[in-house]
Structure formats: C-alpha cells, structure tokens
Nanobody
Framework: QVQLVESGGGLVQPGGSLRLSCAAS????????VGWLRQAPGKEREVVAA???????IARDSVKGRFTISRDHAKNTVYLQMDSLKPEDTAVYYC???????????????WGQGTQVTVSS
C-alpha cells in the first residue's frame, strides 16, 4: 500500500514559480513510477510529467523547458518544479504512483488528494 500527499500549490502570477511536493509512505514506493497529472475545469485529466524508479523522465510538450520532475528516494518524495507559469497551467495537480510494469501508460495504482495551482494576475 502506498499513500501520497501533495503540497506546494497556491496562487502565483504569470511568469512565477511553484514547487509541488508528493510525499509517499510505503516500503515499495521506490520501485514505483510517479506521475504528476492535472485537471482544469471542463477538461480531461492529463499527464504533465512522470519519472520512473530509475529516474527516466517524460513531459508533455507544453511544459518542456518550464517544468522539471525529480525524486529523492531517501525522502520518498517526488517534486515538480514549475517555472514560467502561464494562466493555462491553472488546474488541480495530482501525483499518482504506478507499478513498474505500468510505466508509460495511463494506469496508476495510487493517487494523492490533489493541490490547486492558480496562475493569475
């Protein structure tokens, strides 16, 4: 069993930065891939970025060069550094964990509660 708790969301002006954290409990977490997904009102949930147990990362085109995903195995925490934020980045952001054989898919086994990110002047 893996439990995930997100933090770090909030209100930021366009061009600003935020760092989201996803703290996990569970002895098997280090072997899991972790994704950051977001859902804006009226839109489908989408993967923003993901990182495998070994550190391989993927990101959607709209955030490449602006968002960076990383993980600290010692702290059982995955981060999403978001720079140059835009109003269209406004959404609820979720972290989710997936078993190793699900890497690269949209199938996630465990979810956090979500954290709101609002980019507005």
């Amino acid at each position: 069993q893996v439990q995930l708790v997100e933090s770090g969301g909030g209100l930021v002006q366009p061009g600003g930065s935020l760092r989201l954290s996803c703290a996990a409990s569970g002895r098997t977490f280090s072997s899991y891939g972790v994704g950051w997904l977001r859902q804006a009102p009226g839109k489908e949930r989408e993967v923003v970025a993901a990182i495998s147990w070994s550190g391989t990362t993927i990101a959607r085109d709209s955030v490449k060069g602006r968002f960076t995903i990383s993980r600290d195995h010692a702290k059982n925490t995955v981060y999403l550094q978001m720079d140059s934020l835009k109003p269209e980045d406004t959404a609820v952001y979720y972290c989710a964990a997936q078993a190793p054989d699900r890497w690269g898919t949209m199938r996630y086994d465990y979810w956090g509660q979500g954290t709101q990110v609002t980019v507005s002047s």
